[in-house]
């Protein structure tokens, strides 16, 4: 491990980055949940430049003052790459009360470099800012079927909340709301 691992700000020149690590995280935590057309599109050139316009906006003109994008980073033969990014902010469910309750709306860590203790960082930072910010519990939406994001929520002490829903991607995927008090 690398002692130049950190958790900064994202910035607009880690756009391209977040992108990145997003279609590759997505294609593996969904690849075996959803139709191959639909992984396939995930990473096309539409579909990027929609992310990229979304993360983009996001820092540039956020919703809130507690909304945040911030990228974990890595140096390897001196060259600094993001290698994960988290989003957060107030939540957004009807059933929340967003002035206590946080929703980490993303949290991805390039799927070659997992392991390393990136997310463990993303997530702590994560949880810093949203304690700075007087959030008092925090929720994030996983896969309900098994799979590695769902289990590095859990194993960091997670736990379902009852919440359930199905997002519609070309085909269902049952979706469950995890909670931790922070």
Known sequence: MSGA???RPARSADVDAV???QVASWREVYGGLLPEAVIAEIGGEEARKNFHAQWSAALESPPTSKHRLVVATD???GVRTVVG???FGPAGDPDLWPATAAEIFAL???PALTRRGHGGRLLNATVDHLVEDGFAIAYVWVPEADNALRAFFE???WAPDGARRVLDLGSE???VRLHAGI
């Open 5 to 7: 691992q950190f958790v």
């Open 108 to 110: 991805h860590v390039d």
């Open 155 to 157: 194993s960091s002490g």
């Open 85 to 87: 990014f988290a989003a």
């Open 75 to 77: 140096q390897t033969d």
């Open 19 to 21: 992108v990145d690590v």
């Open 173 to 175: 995927l049952p979706m």
